[in-house]
């Protein structure tokens, strides 16, 4: 988030890196994971897939080159995701990314799980703040 116009705003280092490229990025990949996990359960897709993709779902597994020059020519912002996660998967794996999903599907999901983590760090805050008032 270093270098965008509004990281001044956010105060907080905790929330300020749920809303950075890699807690983005990574709260995608964990939809997609659990999308595939569940797919997997329902044998909508082999459990050996779903196994890689969430073995190889990891923000540092990513080469934010390939992410970035994709995203510059399609314009979307799961697409290059999508193709990164397929390239680091194993055998016919990748194949099995997204089965099913919509960009909509991920994106909204991904953002309600870092809100979520948000939650978590807002509410540590407010008990902080009420035991210091508290000793007032």
């Not at 779903?50 to 080469?63: G, M, P, R, V």
């Not at 099913?100 to 953002?111: D, F, L, R």
């Amino acid at each position: 988030m270093q270098g965008e116009p509004t990281s001044y705003r956010v105060g907080d280092p905790g929330i300020r890196d749920l809303f950075s490229e890699a807690s983005r990025l990574q709260s995608w990949l964990d939809v997609e994971v659990a999308l595939a996990q569940a797919q997997a359960e329902l044998d909508i897709i082999p459990q050996y897939a779903a196994d890689e993709i969430t073995s190889k779902a990891k923000f540092e597994n990513l080469d934010l080159d390939n992410i970035h020059a994709a995203l510059a020519r399609t314009g979307h912002p799961i697409v290059p995701l999508v193709w990164e996660l397929d390239r680091i998967c194993e055998g016919d794996s990748g194949g099995y990314i997204h089965w099913g999903a919509t960009t909509q599907n991920i994106t909204q999901t991904g953002k309600l799980l870092v809100i979520k983590r948000a939650h978590g760090i807002f509410l540590k805050q407010l008990a902080d703040l009420l035991a210091e008032l508290a000793d007032l």
